[in-house]
Nanobody, 126 residues
Framework: QLQLVESGGGLVQPGGSLRLSCAASGFTLDYYAIGWFRQAPGKEREGVSCISSSDGSTYYADSVKGRFTISRDNAKNTVYLQMNSLKPEDTAVYYC???????????????????WGQGTQVTVSS
C-alpha cells in the first residue's frame, strides 16, 4: 500500500527553522517526482517546492526561494523540506505528494500529483 507520511511541523517564532520530513512506504520514492505544497486557512493549496526523479532538479516558489531547501535521502526513502527564516505568512498545513508516473521532471502543480500525505501543521508566530 502506497503511503506518504509527513512529520516535523510545529510552532516556531519568526526567523526560526523547521525541517519537514516526508516518509514513503509501499514504493521507492527516488523513482518519482515529489512535491511539497501548503494550504493556509481560507486559501487555495499552493506549490512550495519539488524535486524531480529524473535528474534531481529542484524548483521553488518565489515566496520561499533562498529560505527553503528540498532534498532526498534515498536510503531512508524520505524527502525533506528545510525551512529557514520562517515568516508568519508561511503558516499553513504542509503536504507532500508523489507524481504517479516514473522519472518525470517535477512541476508545482496540484494536478500532477496523485498521492498525498495527511499534512503537518506549521505555525509561525511570536
Amino acid at each position: 500500500q502506497l503511503q506518504l507520511v509527513e512529520s516535523g511541523g510545529g510552532l516556531v517564532q519568526p526567523g526560526g527553522s523547521l525541517r519537514l520530513s516526508c516518509a514513503a512506504s509501499g514504493f521507492t520514492l527516488d523513482y518519482y517526482a515529489i512535491g511539497w505544497f501548503r494550504q493556509a486557512p481560507g486559501k487555495e493549496r499552493e506549490g512550495v517546492s519539488c524535486i524531480s526523479s529524473s535528474d534531481g532538479s529542484t524548483y521553488y516558489a518565489d515566496s520561499v526561494k533562498g529560505r527553503f531547501t528540498i532534498s532526498r535521502d534515498n536510503a531512508k526513502n524520505t524527502v525533506y523540506l528545510q525551512m529557514n527564516s520562517l515568516k508568519p505568512e508561511d503558516t499553513a498545513v504542509y503536504y507532500c505528494a508523489a507524481d504517479p508516473l516514473l522519472f518525470r521532471l517535477c512541476v508545482l502543480s496540484n494536478s500532477r500529483y496523485d498521492y498525498w500525505g495527511q499534512g503537518t501543521q506549521v505555525t509561525v508566530s511570536s
